[in-house]
């Protein structure tokens, strides 16, 4: 009998975990308004040599379920489907979770969806400092082990221009996931480990217009613009050493 009660817990242990999953693709989506689409996602690299067990050689970790075996970002882009199938529609979001229930969740960024500036996490850390510090307020930030994303209000590739033209320098481990780009949002889980908020989403400020008869606000989280942390930023990057370079999420 308890052999029976323990497999029933891990059954349901594995479904609420998948279910998590569903459950914040279909929030973003439905109720924030963001394009989502199920990430390519990792698997297991096979059985370590005995001298990696015992830590004589390196580790093989979990690796990317892409065709590169040398995939950069194991985990934690598109793949199958690719970028443009990006959707807001529960049902299609419901197949693709029913179907794939581990995919990691990607967040198309731009048009209408959130843009992100992403950066090493230990710059992330330093800029996050150096933003409360000033009082500027932050929208949701999600964290990797390995790099820090700052969502931001959707922003054109001219405004960015200006933005970054106006800085002496822009370390190249300073990334903007614009029109074309893409973020992993959590919980989803990479090559580089478990996604999360280092910033939850914050509900937006109530909408006076509403309570005069105008439209009714929108459900979806407040966003700062790039212009208010780009240069706390560069800053940041450049101060760490090596600037996290690497394109590791």
Known sequence: ??????????????????????????????????????????????????????????????????????CVVPGAHPFDPGLL???????????WWANRPDAPIVLATGGRAPCAVSLPAVAGARAL??????????????????????????????ELGELLHSQDWVP?????????????LPPSQIGAGRVRWERPPAAPK????????GPPPSAAPWLPKV????????TASTSTPDGGSRLAY
């Open 1 to 70: 009998m308890r052999e029976i009660l323990g497999r029933r817990r891990k059954l349901l242990f594995r479904r609420g975990g998948r279910s998590a999953l569903l459950g914040a693709a279909l929030h973003c989506a439905t109720e924030w308004q963001w394009p989502v689409l199920p990430g390519v996602g990792i698997r297991p690299a096979g059985r370590q040599p005995a001298g990696a067990r015992l830590g004589l050689g390196e580790r093989t970790g979990r690796r990317c379920s892409c065709p590169d075996p040398d």
């Open 85 to 95: 199938a990006a959707t807001t529609d529960a049902r299609m979001v419901r197949w």
């Open 129 to 158: 400092a150096a933003l409360d510090h000033f009082g500027v307020r932050l929208g949701p930030v999600v964290a990797t082990p390995t790099r820090w994303s700052l969502l931001v209000s959707p922003y054109d590739l001219a």
């Open 172 to 184: 190249s481990s300073l990334r903007f996931h614009g029109e074309g780009g893409y973020v992993v």
């Open 206 to 213: 109530p909408s006076t217009s509403f309570e005069q008869g």
């Open 227 to 234: 212009g208010t942390i780009v240069d706390a930023l560069v």
